[in-house]
């Protein structure tokens, strides 16, 4: 489905060149639907030339945000756009699809990515390799490995995961200043009073 492809085009590229992107005031069925209808070529039918002088600012935004990353879309997949008759009326109902499937795949997906970003974060496989081969090398039981494992990164990375989600940045020597800098512009995107549904469920 080009709606949803285009959709997710828009909102990396934004974030590729702006880790501050608003992307809270996007994920919403107008702006879909705005997605959907720059796609398509509108017959005369709708009466959508009719509604120009009066649209809602936001309205405006979306189509500015669009209009910056259509044409690179279009080229990059050879697109071409269909005529549509009823193209507004097809678009509240497709929308609606669309809008049920992100939320869907961001509930599905949204703990495991961001459990693999903040376990690269914190180079939890390097670390656990590389203590294993030191441990080995100075004659350590497996037991006493484990247990090292556990207590000298596991643990603080589990630590870091719990303070994220209760969407705390954290604190911790485990992490670089760069790190905790883009955790801390990926909280900022969520509302003061947003909660994480679930939060350990990434752990």
Known sequence: MHTFAFIKYIFVNELVTNIEFDLNNFVNKDFFVEVFLSLVIRQMCDGSKSVKSTLKNTTTIYRQLIAKHKDSYCNNISYIQPK????????????????TAYQNN????????????????????????NLRERMTAKGSTEEAIKEASRKE???????????????????????????????????????????????????
């Open 84 to 99: 549509l008759p009823y193209a507004q009326q097809t678009a509240l109902y497709e929308c609606t699809k669309v809008q």
């Open 106 to 129: 961001t509930k599905a997906h949204f703990s495991t990515r961001l459990r693999r970003i903040l376990n690269k974060m914190l180079k939890k496989k390097e670390r656990l390799s």
């Open 153 to 203: 990164i596991s643990n603080p990375c589990i630590q870091v995961k719990l303070d994220v989600a209760s969407k705390n940045v954290p604190d911790a020597e485990v992490l670089d200043e760069e790190s905790r800098s883009d955790i801390s512009a990926l909280l900022s995107m969520y509302p003061d009073d947003y909660r994480f549904q679930k939060r350990l469920s990434f752990l």
